[in-house]
């Protein structure tokens, strides 16, 4: 048998380290594609990795779920940059727990399969995650965070699709359901978008008088939008049974005034004793840089407190508090009372008073910011030796009801719908809800589709080591030939 030379050794040995490498390189990626602690993410804000928190929830899960995208991968994925982020996410969260698949349904090719869901309003691109009981839609647009350029005009500063997936995966198979009851019977707006909201974040929703049905005992929050009679001694005293329930407290009241608003001696009352006095007027702003739609009393509002407000600050996202009335504070505390302001106008607001002229200006306002616009009041019972809370009640009062209206809760460019929900659920005891810090897509190094990255990854582990080896054999012949 002829053995092999010096050459053939050579060549020998680079056809095998080329095969070697090939595999090595095969068995990483396929590793990585499915176990996700064998992934890295070497971008700066982390677009490409989960939060702990998500992934113990995910871990803490007891329920299947199915994220269902409603396109194509590939469709799905080359949109844009974004969705390839967004996209990589949910294969995350598919491949972390064991409890969470991902699906994508050719919503074009499969029309039945919104036909089973007959109430809902979907469209090319939507992401609808579902468990056995419930579902939830989330628009491809609710996936980002929106900025405004000098033009005007909206473009994506950067991706909410954790937070936004987490939360969609919570109502449909995580969380407690909390139990809201919508306050009618004294010419209360209805905020319908604002219902739904709720109802997308696991609420269970109920409306009724207080007079007449009472308040369940196993209600969590009575909210009250805008009433234009007031309550009753009767009302109000169940309203304060409610808060205190029978001292084990844990209770929330949403209060939401308007400019709009006739006198309600009773119901002012009731909230100065917890603190906050609701004025007369409606709130105006003179830089047109803090208002919507260059309406003056559309209003922007600032975040005054760090707790709640923090992450929308961070990332500029503004709280819109429309046709507000101005509030002030009776106390920041008191026995076991307190208050203070979660929300406020800046310093070049000011208030328009109700019997003001046609020829009213600015100038003439007698009352200016800054001043609250959204309060939070509570009653606490503190442990006498720790002086920690062990059981509170919350009252959470709002100058704007507008706040709530469609225009706000829905638009990508307020933090309104995010920020009253993570305020009501944290107010309530929701331990799971959390709020994640949205991930900038600023100075990525590289943002590649699926199909980009399928490319790359075949060019790494087929490309490089073939030429690896054709360079081996070009050597060796120009060698032998020499």
Not at 27 to 45: C, G, H, Q, V, W
Not at 125 to 148: C, M
Not at 211 to 229: Q, R
Request: with cysteine.
């Amino acid at each position: 048998m002829r053995k092999l030379g010096k050459q053939g050794i050579f060549i020998a040995s680079i056809a095998v380290m080329a095969a070697i490498l090939i595999l090595v390189s095969a068995i990483l990626t396929m590793t990585a594609e499915n176990i996700p602690a064998f992934r890295f993410d070497l971008t700066k804000t982390g677009l490409f990795k989960l939060d702990s928190r998500t992934v113990l929830f995910l871990r803490s899960l007891d329920k299947d779920v199915v994220i269902n995208v409603l396109a194509r991968e590939d469709t799905f994925a080359n949109e844009t940059e974004y969705n390839a982020q967004a996209n990589e996410l949910m294969r995350l969260f598919s491949k972390t727990g064991g409890r969470v698949s991902l699906r994508y349904v050719d919503y074009v090719r499969d029309p039945g399969f919104a036909a089973a869901y007959p109430g809902l309003i979907m469209k090319h691109g939507d992401i609808l995650v579902s468990s056995k009981e419930k579902h939830y839609l989330i628009k491809t647009e609710e996936l980002f965070n929106y900025a405004r350029n000098p033009q005007g005009q909206l473009s994506i500063a950067s991706s909410k699709a954790e937070e936004v997936l987490y939360r969609a995966i919570l109502s449909v198979a995580g969380s407690r359901t909390l139990r809201a009851l919508i306050s009618a019977g004294h010419g209360e707006y209805t905020m319908d978008d604002f219902c739904q909201l709720l109802l997308n974040n696991n609420y269970e929703l109920s409306t009724g008088t207080i007079i007449t049905g009472g308040i369940n005992p196993e209600t969590d929050i009575v909210i009250i939008i805008a009433p234009h009679s007031d309550f009753s001694d009767e009302e109000l005293q169940k309203l304060d049974s409610f808060l205190i329930n029978g001292g084990d407290y844990g209770k929330t009241i949403l209060y939401c005034a308007d400019a709009e608003q006739p006198p309600l001696p009773n119901l002012s009352l009731f909230l100065q004793e917890w603190g906050v006095l609701t004025e007369d007027g409606a709130v105006f702003e003179t830089d047109e840089n803090r208002v919507y739609n260059y309406h003056p009393f559309y209003a922007i509002a600032d975040y005054a407190e760090d707790s709640y407000g923090g992450v929308f600050a961070e990332i500029g996202k503004p709280m819109l508090m429309p046709i507000s009335r101005p509030l002030s504070l009776v106390f920041e505390y008191r026995n076991n009372y307190s208050a203070k302001a979660l929300l406020s106008f800046a310093a070049s607001t000011g208030v328009r008073p109700p019997d003001a002229g046609p020829d009213f200006t600015a100038r003439d306002a007698r009352k200016r910011g800054p001043m609250p616009a959204l309060v939070l009041c509570a009653y606490r019972i503190l442990n006498r030796e720790t002086a920690k809370t062990e059981k509170a009640s919350y009252l959470l009062v709002s100058g704007s009801a507008g706040m709530l209206d469609g225009y706000a809760v829905n638009s990508p460019s307020f933090s309104n719908a995010d920020y009253i929900t993570n305020l009501l659920n944290s107010l309530s005891g929701r331990e799971e809800a959390l709020t994640l810090r949205p991930k900038s897509f600023g100075a990525q190094g590289l943002m590649l589709s699926r199909a980009q990255a399928n490319t790359l990854g075949a060019i790494m582990i087929f490309v490089i080591p073939l030429l690896v080896l054709a360079f081996g054999v070009f050597i060796w012949i120009k060698r032998r030939s020499a």
